[in-house]
């Protein structure tokens, strides 16, 4: 069997090691100029540790790719970061049962009410039923209303902007199921966990191609049994040449990475509940990993998820960076403009699928099979949120599935395993470069 795979993001490269594991003659065609996809990163020299283009970490309980990491000779780090919330101008921690008890901008009752709340949602083992719900709705009638108004909305807000009205609970209980106090990271990076699993490919027989888009071309496509896309869906519609995937909606995803030349917070994380704020976290790298990892530079992200219309994403780095200035120096008051030794921008589109009300619907309505071609990225992941341990997970599963039986069914994994399918879709004919 020969396989070519579209992408060499952390599905792609999944793909490609439980294919070659099983003696599969694989390919994988990467447009960019290295692996790992929105995971991937850059490093300055080889003395400092690559740093991802968007703020990444692990779980403790994100089995598939700490399984993936082992298999290819880097196992993650653990670390107990502290994350901590800004509202009404105080930094307060707000990570655990007993901080969210102690959480001062809350009432007692409205603490309780929210406690409990949040740890019905993580005893479910499957929330998949609330996919009926909006989370406006029914969030906070299980937090309360003043936990909901003060911290859950204001979150919510930043990061969906008005398309909060249409997401769905089950995505929200997979947020809190799914989370752990404890978080883990490679050594190295993200890149160079890609990197690894890109040479281990290659060294049972795959091949890797960076820089070299893959031609949708029938002709030359008839070398392969099977054709693996793992980019977004709009994307997968252009190559398709149809609107298979015009349902699903996403957001843009942007991050200001500062390298500083002192520390700005003493938190890992800072989620923003302030009103009006440009960015909706602040992530100091260099409170998780050690900032001798990047030639003592303390490294911070600013990230935001962007609606497409939306103002920031049309300026220049040096007009977000002005913009954000002033808000630094309410986290800190004495932050300034010369902390700053370098700065980077990034953005992405397709970054953050959006999962309205009875999404698996949505999904089933998609074709499941379709000649050779197979369809994979992280709108299919639902009801988990975009992350390189779903990407890992979708990617073994397809793998398995393709190998196993020789049919373009592939099941869903997770909580929607039993009762829906992958969406498998044929590509139109015409030469086409992605």
């Known amino acids: ?66 399984e993936m990491a082992k298999k290819v000779g880097l196992p993650p780090t653990i ?116 990197e690894k699993m890109q040479e281990y490919v290659e060294k049972r027989g795959g091949k890797v191609y960076n ?57 890992y994380w800072l989620n923003v509940l302030e009103k009006d704020w440009p960015f909706l976290v602040v992530v100091e790298h260099t409170n998780l990993v050690s900032a001798k990892n990047y030639a003592g530079r303390v490294i911070v992200y600013l990230g935001n998820y962007l609606e497409e219309d939306s103002f920031q994403l049309k300026m220049e780095k040096a007009e977000v960076l002005e913009l954000y200035i002033k808000y630094l120096k309410k986290i800190n008051s004495k932050f300034s403009k010369e902390w700053i030794e370098e700065s980077f921008l990034f953005r992405a589109p397709f970054a953050q699928p959006v999962f309205p009300i009875n999404y698996s619907k949505i999904l089933k309505k998609i074709p499941r099979q379709k000649g050779k071609y197979l369809f994979a990225n992280m709108s299919m992941v639902y009801p988990y949120d975009r992350g390189t341990n779903y990407a890992v997970k979708l990617g073994v599963e397809v793998a398995k599935n393709v190998y196993s039986n020789g049919t373009n069914s592939v099941g869903y994994f997770g909580v929607l395993r039993s009762n829906v399918d992958i969406a498998v879709t044929g590509l139109a004919g015409g030469k086409k470069s992605f």
């Open 79 to 194: 670390y107990s970061p502290k994350t901590s919330s800004l509202i009404n101008g105080k930094i307060e921690q707000l990570d655990s049962p007993l901080s969210v008890l102690k959480f001062s901008e809350l009432s007692m009752l409205a603490r309780f009410r929210m406690g409990l709340g949040l740890a019905l949602l993580k005893v479910i083992p499957n929330g998949l039923f609330l996919e009926k719900f909006r989370i406006v709705d029914l969030l906070p009638k299980l937090v309360g209303r003043e936990s909901y108004e003060k911290v859950w909305k204001r979150l919510l807000v930043a990061k969906f902007g008005k398309k909060i009205e249409v997401v769905n609970m089950a995505w929200f209980w997979a947020r809190i199921a799914k989370r752990t106090k404890n978080l883990g990271y490679f050594e190295g990076g993200f890149l160079a966990l890609a």
């Open 1 to 66: 069997m020969k396989v070519a795979v579209v992408g060499a993001g952390f599905t792609g490269l999944s793909v490609a090691v439980g294919l070659v594991d099983k003696g599969v003659e694989v390919e994988v065609f990467e447009k960019a100029n290295q692996v790992g996809g929105l995971a991937g990163g850059w490093s300055k020299n080889d003395k400092r540790w690559s740093l991802e283009y968007f703020y990444h970490h692990i779980f403790t309980n994100d089995k598939e790719i700490i």
């Open 211 to 267: 820089n070299k888009a893959f031609e949708i071309d029938d002709k030359e496509n008839s070398g392969y049994d099977k054709i693996i896309i793992t980019t977004p869906g709009p994307i997968a519609d252009t190559m398709a040449g149809e609107k298979l995937m015009s349902q699903i909606d996403y957001l843009w995803s942007q991050t200001l990475v500062l390298e500083l030349n002192q520390s700005l917070m003493k938190d």
